[in-house]
């Protein structure tokens, strides 16, 4: 069965600092995906990255960065010049291999709510 | 291009009654996942329909239910509500063709049950 954990509740981050997400799995696939969502109080949940196992660079998209670190399953979301807008529960999420077949749900963590101060 | 949309926003049901939510995909999108978020945790998956079958299903009971339309839209049926299924009912849209899969979601409705 596949884990996701998030052991931060919540994170405050200053206006323009960067700030690191983190979050760790656990699954015995050898290729599977991460992704990291941000849900604002709204409570969409907004795409942001995508990280597959096998991809030997770090993803990015903009502000957003994941810090891949396999052998330790480790898959830390960074934040750079983090905005008032950023503010919101981040999750991490896994899905298992696609050629899995029919195994295509989402795994989520339990979130970290992150508040950024003016 | 719209996005994944949801209806109704929200929803007041009282214990025993069923419930329709509604679900349109991303344009170009064929699969459709529904997650069930509640209060402080996050999304579990409640099932998943492509080519208009259940293809995957969490760990919920028979009382939540699915269809999918050929237009590839969907609706989760939940019967005899209780208190426990008060909740933000996420749909997410995919396509089976893309590598990543990624999968992007809808605004939610949020079903409250008296």
């Known amino acids: 069965a596949q884990k996701i954990t998030q052991t931060q509740p919540g994170m405050f981050v200053q206006e323009k600092e960067a700030v690191t997400l983190d979050c760790t799995y656990d699954?015995?696939?050898?290729?599977?995906?991460l992704f990291w969502y941000k849900q604002p109080s709204s409570g969409e949940m907004i795409f942001l990255i995508y990280?597959?196992?096998?991809?030997?660079q770090n993803a990015t998209e903009g502000r957003y960065s994941l810090n891949f670190q396999k052998a330790r399953k480790s898959a830390n979301l960074v934040i750079s010049a983090s905005q008032l807008g950023d503010s919101a529960m981040y999750f991490c999420?896994?899905?298992?291999?696609?050629?899995?077949?029919?195994?295509?749900?989402?795994?989520f963590g339990s979130g970290t709510q992150l508040t950024v101060l003016p | 291009d719209a996005g994944v949309t949801q209806s109704p926003t929200h929803l007041i049901k009282t214990r025993g009654q069923q419930v329709t939510l509604r679900c349109s995909p991303k344009?170009?999108?064929?699969?459709v996942s529904w997650y069930q978020q509640a209060l402080g945790q996050g999304p579990q998956f409640i099932f998943q329909?492509?080519?208009?079958?259940?293809?995957q299903r969490g760990n919920f009971p028979d009382r939540f239910s699915g269809h999918q339309f050929p237009n590839y839209s969907s609706e989760l049926n939940v019967n005899a509500l209780w208190l426990g299924d008060s909740a933000l009912y996420l749909c997410a849209s995919s396509s089976r063709d893309y590598d990543t899969d990624t999968q992007y979601f809808g605004p939610g409705t949020r079903l409250t049950v008296l």
């Open positions: 699954t015995s696939d050898q290729s599977y995906g």
């Open positions: 999420a896994m899905r298992r291999p696609i050629s899995s077949g029919s195994a295509r749900q989402l795994t």
């Open positions: 329909y492509y080519e208009e079958e259940e293809r």
């Open positions: 344009s170009g999108h064929d699969t």
């Open positions: 990280q597959g196992s096998y991809d030997e």
